[in-house]
């Protein structure tokens, strides 16, 4: 069960959560986590650094275990790609069929980003969304 949304819904919202759902997996099957060491750990983040990738353009960051990273878009409307890699282990990456089929196709707070098999573990936690209306 997600948190309660802490963004305004925009105008069509309501045709939007009438558009049907399709879950592939059920995820009470999916291994539960502790929310509130995260809340906690939010009210004390420091800013170590900032990457700014200009459209159409690419950039990599280092993101160590236990570290928060945010993604904004500046510049109105964009599209993203994000890509995760265990830096100890470069074959266990973020697995986005897996992930999709798991949590659906648009991410929200609460949801994990799985890693490939074997491993099929979290990489990273979505612990906010401006999205969440």
Known sequence: MKPEARTPAPIDARDRRHAESVLVYPTETLPSYDTAPLERART????????????????????????????????????????????????ERFYSGKTRALHGTHLGLGDRMWSTFPNLRPMATITWDTQDW
């Open 44 to 91: 004390t983040l420091t800013k170590v650094s900032e990457t700014i990738v200009p459209p159409g353009d690419a950039r990599a960051v280092r993101i160590n275990a236990g570290q928060f990273f945010r993604i904004l878009s500046v510049e109105g409307a964009q599209v993203g790609d994000l890509n995760l890699w265990n830096a100890h282990d470069l074959s």
